[in-house]
T-cell receptor, first 111, second 113 residues
Framework: DTGVSQNPRHKITKRGQNVTFRCDPI?????LYWYRQTLGQGPEFLTY????????KSRLLSDRFSAERPKGSFSTLEIQRTEQGDSAMYLC?????????FGQGTRLTVV | EDKVVQSPLSLVVHEGDTVTLNCSYE??????LLWYKQEKKAPTFLFML????IEKKSGRLSSILDKKELFSILNITATQTGDSAVYLC?????????????FGKGTLLTVNP
């Protein structure tokens, strides 16, 4: 399968814990995006990487959130000191241009 | 700030009906409009529209863009239960190499047998 892969698919965590998600993009795509989606809403942009450089962060991305893309391949999104409001689907996408290819997402539930 | 608005937010039809989903946008330096289908997880790509008046078709689905009136429609003919999903409309960012997408809230389509 050469699509975008995300792990884990589901994560339940207690409030205050740290969580990390991983995204493996399509290998030839240099652009990588993270989005967050809550119930009844479309995905909202969080951050953008071109190769290993993080070029844009949304104001939705508080200082508890950090993302990396070492070596321009896979990416990780870490949320520190999780809050109930962080419960959402976290989607990763990669693209060669305007068309984005999405992963299956990681559904985070903070209890 | 870019804005994408979809209507209706939800729609229930019977198998065999034809549906039209609407998407209006306000985007600085418009480049394209994309439609995605989202069932349970990943949005899957349907169409990318860049030119006005040119219909794109894929089986029973078709879409068209009107750049003067700033909207697009997605048509599904002879709907099937497998068409039940959220249909998302999105526009890429207008500047530089960052093609981040601004999405509408989506239209939840339910097709009953």
């Amino acid at each position: 399968d050469t699509g975008v892969s995300q792990n884990p698919r589901h994560k339940i965590t207690k409030r205050g814990q740290n969580v990390t998600f991983r995204c493996d993009p399509i290998s030839e795509h240099n652009r990588l995006y993270w989005y967050r989606q809550t119930l009844g809403q479309g995905p909202e942009f969080l951050t953008y990487f071109q190769n290993e450089a993080q070029l844009e962060k949304s104001r939705l991305l508080s200082d508890r959130f950090s993302a990396e893309r070492p070596k321009g391949s896979f990416s990780t999104l870490e949320i520190q000191r999780t809050e109930q409001g962080d419960s959402a689907m976290y989607l990763c996408a990669s693209s060669p241009g305007q068309r984005a290819f999405f992963g299956q997402g990681t559904r985070l539930t903070v209890v | 700030e870019d804005k994408v608005v979809q209507s209706p937010l939800s729609l229930v039809v019977h198998e065999g009906d034809t549906v039209t989903l609407n998407c209006s946008y306000e985007v600085t330096n418009f480049r394209s409009l994309l439609w995605y289908k989202q069932e349970k997880k990943a949005p899957t790509f349907l169409f990318m529209l860049t030119s006005s008046g040119i219909e794109k078709k894929s089986g029973r689905l078709s879409s068209i863009l009107d750049k003067k009136e700033l909207f697009s429609i997605l048509n599904i003919t002879a709907t099937q239960t497998g068409d039940s999903a959220v249909y998302l409309c999105a526009a890429p960012n207008s500047g530089g190499s960052n093609y981040k997408l601004t999405f509408g809230k989506g239209t939840l389509l339910t097709v009953n047998p």
